[in-house]
């Protein structure tokens, strides 16, 4: 099969995500206070990463209801919106912010960094030039 | 009956034909079919929402039946095939056996990572990584470059300690047994251990590296372990707990497996020690 069958559900995504920032208690809830998260936009060994607050900060992604059961098999990624965007050379790199404020990307799953701009230069290093796959975003 | 052994004292016989299993899932489409499971999961557990797989209570267990359904998808090409475990506390160098041409094969090369040698190198055809976050399309590797040291058995023995299964807040901020293992909060014992192999390992895709079942299956062990010194411990939550998986629901993607259901290994599985 071709390489791109698959690729693509690697950091597959879904528009229909219920951010309901109701439903998040205060301390549990990505605003845009804190440390680093002003925007940036910078070449970082030659890759341009840039990082910017989205305009649904403040609420989080976790999909409400349906709690435990009910979800069928085959869940792919959700697009949760943790109140920041992070492009590298124009495509996104997959972020989530910890319960501590510090950040992950799909691309460094089990390090945490303290800024999504420490995030972005280590995805661009652990890239080593090559491209993301593109966010594809599936209906649930 | 099933019993994992320590990988290190797999023979040569033991290994091919857990390679050769490997290779044959691989074939056929259904090994991938895990890593994309695996790859949805943790892009969709989050500290704040609905988590199953990471970052929550139902971590291990969650695992503990991943590990079972891919081990009967081995035992299906081979019954005889088991999951080894990795004692990361002991075979922690890249010139560990496991890493051998025989088995794993070893690091990547410096600057993109390929792995060179061993039947999982891009050279030998039969490893191709179709679920991935970038365009590369080789296994790639950085043994011991990008983490301290893996975690020492004393660092083991001290996570091993902790009596409380979990707590409240259920995440990767919680203080306990199980977020101490997954390794979010001290040690970082199974987290650093991605780290340090490098590559795939490090990214949501991990389970492109073989070495992801190895290290699982001795993570799972720690589990047993822990529950073997602290026979009045055990998981929590109980109760329904608002996006963590409690003692009596059941888990995605199967629906009808509970985490009281996976406490006990010895139906599905046991140790060589
Ligand atoms: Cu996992
Ligand atoms: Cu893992």
Known sequence: MSAGTFAGLAVAATAAVNATAAKAAPSERQGSQGSGLEAFDEVYQGRRIQGAPTR???SHGGHGGGHGSGHGGGHGGQAHDFGYAVHLDGDELHIMRNADGTWISVVNHYETFATPRQLARAAVTELHGADLVPLVLTSA | MTVRKNQSALTRTEKRRFVDALLELKR???YDEF???HNGFIMSDTDQGERVGHRSPSFLPWHRRFLIDFERQLQE??????LPYWDWTVDRTPSASLWADDFLGGSGRPGDGKVMSGRFAEASGAWEINIRVDQRPYLRRALGTGARQLPTRAEVDAV???PVYDASPWNSASTSFRNHLEGWRGANLHNRV???????MTTGVSP???VFWLHHAFVDKLWADWQARHPDSGYLPTTRTRNVVSLHDTMRPWNDVTPADMLDHTPYYTFDA
Not at chain 2, 77 to 82: I, M, T
């Open chain 1, 56 to 58: 649904g900060a403040g």
């Open chain 2, 28 to 30: 056929s489409g259904r």
């Open chain 2, 35 to 37: 890593v994309t499971t």
């Open chain 2, 77 to 82: 090409v081979d019954p005889e095939v088991a």
């Open chain 2, 160 to 162: 091993l300690a902790m």
């Open chain 2, 194 to 200: 991605h780290v340090w192999v490098g590559g795939q």
């Open chain 2, 208 to 210: 492109n590296d073989p």
